[in-house]
């Protein structure tokens, strides 16, 4: 093989093989991530532990079409490397097929936790209005992946290469207005108690973390595919992303176990916790905490309780409101 050959072949399928392993060893971290959830959280909701089953099926099957575009790559094309990477492998479709079911399940997982912390189907169904036309577009660029029959006809052709930034655009979009909304309900519900406080600055960064990787990574893959178009670095970018979102879920849950000292976990995938204030109607606060989270909702019942004046001659004789606060992480 020429210099000039050889390097073009390495330019061109050489970040796609070399992520390809990196989308191996992130399924290897999910995988783990499962084992350690599906023995940890048996008391989960069916509805749930369902989903991480699927979610991780669908991983698997995602990593096993991976592995055989590596494979065709690497041995079936062997004898004819440059123009055999040109052409586009079927089992790249699938992928992405399987990449957009996976979005479906984990940000349904996120939408369900902005529901439970907002209460409101129309905030909701803010990050659902842009997330049905991201999966929709990205079923349509698995079409296209079986349309055409080279790399170069799929970016070179203009709506295939329309479809796919506005899919990924899309993809930012979502990502941004869950993670704004999930630090903003957060935010919203928290406690003057600094136990609680450093609680919701721990989800706040878990949250940032998790939808920051998929909006640079997002981001990134629209960048490479103008910037570098005689590569496949793009395409290895696509693989990886599933991986992002399948190990950002799971670990959402599992982080569950570092808190669970605070509060019970609860069959839906959350830390119910509780919170009970008491308010003296003379304008002073008593608070009376055995857990914190964050707020989902609350009940007030009013009650007059007299104490000795020895103990609490500030609270005798007054009426006493006792909030509980459910909290939901």
Request: proline residues 2%; contains cysteine; charged residues 15%.
């Given at each position: 093989?020429?210099?000039?050959?050889?390097a073009a072949?390495?330019?061109?399928?050489?970040?796609?093989?070399?992520?390809?392993?990196?989308?191996?060893?992130?399924f290897?971290?999910?995988?783990?991530q499962?084992?350690v959830?599906?023995f940890?959280y048996?008391k989960?909701?069916?509805m749930?532990?369902?989903?991480?089953?699927l979610?991780?099926?669908?991983?698997a099957c995602?990593?096993a079409?991976?592995?055989?575009?590596?494979?065709?790559?690497?041995?079936?094309y062997?004898?004819d490397?440059?123009?055999?990477?040109?052409?586009?492998v079927?089992?790249?479709g699938?992928t992405?097929?399987c990449?957009?079911i996976?979005?479906?399940?984990?940000e349904?997982?996120?939408?369900?936790?902005?529901y439970?912390?907002?209460e409101?189907?129309?905030?909701?169904?803010?990050?659902?209005?842009?997330l049905?036309?991201r999966?929709?577009?990205?079923?349509?660029?698995?079409?296209y992946?079986?349309v055409?029959?080279?790399?170069?006809?799929?970016?070179g052709?203009?709506?295939?290469?329309n479809?796919?930034?506005t899919?990924?655009?899309?993809?930012v979009v979502?990502?941004l207005?869950i993670t704004?909304?999930?630090?903003y309900?957060?935010?919203?519900r928290?406690s003057?108690?600094?136990r609680?406080?450093?609680?919701?600055q721990?989800?706040?960064?878990?949250?940032?973390?998790?939808?920051?990787l998929?909006?640079?990574?997002?981001?990134?893959?629209?960048?490479?595919l103008?910037?570098?178009?005689?590569?496949?670095?793009?395409a290895g970018?696509?693989?990886i992303?599933?991986?992002?979102?399948a190990n950002?879920?799971?670990?959402?849950?599992?982080a569950?176990?570092?808190?669970s000292?605070?509060?019970?976990?609860?069959?839906?995938?959350f830390n119910?916790?509780?919170?009970?204030?008491?308010?003296?109607?003379?304008?002073?606060?008593?608070?009376d905490?055995?857990?914190?989270?964050?707020?989902?909702?609350?009940?007030?019942?009013q009650?007059?309780?007299r104490?000795?004046?020895?103990?609490?001659p500030a609270a005798?004789?007054t009426t006493i409101m006792?909030?509980t606060?459910t909290?939901v992480v």
């Open positions: 093989m020429a210099a000039g050959t050889q072949f390495e330019l061109l399928a050489g970040p796609l093989l070399v992520l390809i392993g990196f989308a191996l060893m992130l290897g971290v999910f995988s783990t499962c084992y959830y599906w940890t048996e989960d909701s069916r749930l532990r369902t989903a991480v089953l979610l991780w099926a669908f991983e995602h990593t079409f991976c592995m055989h575009i590596a494979y065709t790559y690497l041995i079936i062997f004898g490397p440059v123009h055999g990477v040109e052409h586009i079927w089992s790249v699938i992405v097929m990449e957009m996976i979005v479906i399940i984990v349904s997982f996120y939408l369900h936790r902005i439970r912390l907002s409101s189907a129309l905030i909701t169904a803010l990050p659902a209005f842009f049905v036309p999966v929709v577009l990205g079923f349509a660029v698995s079409a992946l079986f055409f029959d080279t790399w170069e006809a799929f970016t052709h203009p709506a295939s290469e479809i796919l930034n899919s990924l655009s899309l993809g979502t990502d207005i704004i909304l999930l630090i309900y957060l935010r919203r928290q003057r108690v600094s609680t406080k450093h609680i919701i721990r989800l706040q960064r878990n949250t940032v973390n998790n939808g920051a998929s909006v640079i990574l997002s981001v990134v893959i629209i960048i490479t103008h910037a570098i178009p005689n590569s496949l670095l793009f970018l696509v693989e992303i599933s991986k992002v979102y950002s879920m799971i670990a959402t849950l599992n569950r176990q570092s808190i000292k605070l509060g019970n976990t609860s069959k839906d995938g119910s916790i509780q919170l009970s204030v008491r308010e003296n109607t003379n304008g002073s606060t008593r608070v905490m055995s857990r914190e989270g964050v707020f989902i909702n609350s009940a007030a019942t009650s007059t309780d104490y000795d004046q020895k103990s609490d005798s004789g006792k909030t606060e909290f």
